[in-house]
């Protein structure tokens, strides 16, 4: 236990919370260090933004403790107004005051000097916003005056509750930017939490996967992606085709255990002129933008290929091989 105090920038041990005689988070114990970038995944319903509460001292743990920086994180029941100084949790649901300039907003809890301020509003973008009233903002422009509004408390850890859900695509890209800066710029760690995991790929340093409010499987974004324990672990991330053993076997050329299934992504696939390979019938093929992706049949089972031509007719043949060796089974 001395180790662990010593050690870590936060560390959550054995941490639990019950409602209704239920487990919605079970023994979940982890590290991280500090600026490590840390991504909670997971379906709908399956622990994470009470995890991330629980983290931030805005619930209390029914088991387990929470250090930050060595100390415990007190929750509701330790303390009068529930929450950690240090810490700062950006809620899905967060709120502006109406008929306010932002300036005006963010001026109230400012502990910063006026060029740590105006470093903050660049990072955040939202300089250009400061004279607006918050009825004239976008969606996106609120949450970023949120966010800036909870940093100029100058918190060490940052936890982010669905920070990319209801965005369009501009906005989302911007607040990705925001995010990576808050970490790399300002010196500030954080915690993500995302329902539409593939959201998590291109920032974590380490990813959560939570199921019912267990961590079912922890690593880095290419182990999650490529080596997911389960199924519902790899369909998390994105398309996955799920072969038999009879097709992996005519695929690999050697034989398959019969209870093992083969994972292949969409990306994995090389599409052969040649007959060796795992004949499919093309039966769709759609344009994406950048590539095509092409549903075509083996057998009994629908795969999924993605490519970067279409020049296949429907109902033709095709090869199908591994763009590289490596197999990965359920």
């Not at 079970?26 to 319903?45: D, E, M």
């Not at 306010?100 to 001026?107: A, F, G, K, N, Q």
């Not at 790899?234 to 398309?239: H, I, P, Q, V």
Request: net charge neutral; with cysteine.
């Amino acid at each position: 236990m001395v180790y662990f105090r010593c050690m870590a920038f936060l560390g959550v041990s054995a941490v639990s919370k019950i409602e209704n005689s239920l487990y919605t988070v079970k023994h979940i114990s982890f590290t991280q260090a500090r600026l490590q970038k840390i991504a909670i995944a997971g379906a709908s319903g399956s622990g994470k933004t009470t995890l991330l509460k629980l983290i931030g001292g805005l619930l209390q743990p029914d088991e387990g403790a929470i250090l930050f920086e060595g100390k415990k994180v007190r929750g509701p029941n330790d303390q009068l107004i529930p929450g950690h100084a240090g810490i700062a949790y950006l809620s899905q649901h967060f709120e502006l005051r109406n008929n306010y300039r932002v300036h005006e907003i963010l001026s109230y809890a400012n502990e910063l000097s006026q060029q740590e301020a105006d470093t903050l509003y660049r990072v955040c973008r939202i300089d250009h916003l400061l004279s607006r009233r918050t009825d004239q903002l976008s969606g996106g422009e609120k949450q970023r005056i949120a966010l800036a509004r909870l940093l100029i408390g100058a918190p060490r850890l940052l936890l982010l509750d669905e920070p990319f859900s209801n965005l369009d695509a501009v906005h989302k890209a911007i607040i990705r930017t925001v995010v990576d800066d808050i970490n790399e710029k300002l010196g500030i760690s954080c915690i993500l939490v995302s329902h539409d995991a593939p959201d998590t790929l291109p920032w974590a340093d380490t990813i959560l996967v939570l199921n019912k409010g267990e961590i079912i499987q922890q690593g880095s974004p290419q182990q999650v992606y490529r080596q997911p324990v389960n199924e519902y672990c790899a369909g998390l991330f994105g398309a996955c085709n799920l072969l038999n053993p009879e097709e992996a076997a005519l695929l690999l050329q050697v034989p398959i255990a019969a209870e093992k299934r083969m994972l292949v992504r969409p990306e994995q696939w090389t599409i052969n002129a040649g007959a060796q390979g795992l004949a499919a019938s093309v039966k769709k093929i759609s344009f994406m933008g950048g590539y095509y992706s092409i549903e075509a049949v083996a057998g009994l089972q629908t795969i999924n290929i993605k490519s970067a031509t279409s020049s296949f007719a429907l109902g033709e043949t095709i090869s199908l091989a591994l763009k590289n060796k490596d197999a990965w089974f359920l």
